[in-house]
């Protein structure tokens, strides 16, 4: 997949959490239309009614391409323009749904979510920098997830994918819930990958 992030790591403060990101959820551009090959997008975040952040995209067949600035501290400002590479799976009841291939090098996880300071990468990446912030087991990570897959109806089991919104549900509760879902379904998956991994197995070209 190339490049971004090669042979440089990223840290953030270890009291923060997803919430503390910039995130990026392919869903929410879907589901706004935003996702036409050829279009620019803008995105901006917002805390108490205020801009602190906001990016553009450029939309293309198989990937969008972020283009943005960010500061570190008392570093001068940096441009960043690298792509992001989309994979497009079927639904349940037809149609497609998109996932970001997450860019940071070695990654290529599929995910919905990318979060973001200085580099926008996965949940599992930017947890790479703390060897000291564990997740939780994968035991119970999967376990919470089925928590929140029973509150949105849809079919116990992590590797089972996505449902649907459920009826009556607005969609602010249904999108963070599926990002919470998500989360612990990442944290899930990593933790059995890293168990597999002591077990001896090679899975080093996707982990
Ligand atoms: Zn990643």
Known sequence: MGGIGSG????YDAAETTDDY???DIR????DGLLTPGRWLGWQWSRNGSQIAAIRARVETDRVVLVYRHKTGGADWKDEEYPVYLEWTPCHLGGTRPWFLCPASGCGRRVAILYGGGIFACRHCHELGYPSQREPDYERAARRADKIRDRLGWEPGILNGAGLKPKGMHWRTYDRLTAQHDAF???SL???AARVRLLGDSIDDWI
């Open 22 to 24: 910039l995130a990026l």
């Open 185 to 187: 379904v990442s944290a």
């Open 190 to 192: 990593a933790g059995m």
């Open 28 to 31: 929410r551009w879907k589901r």
């Open 8 to 11: 440089r790591r990223w840290y």
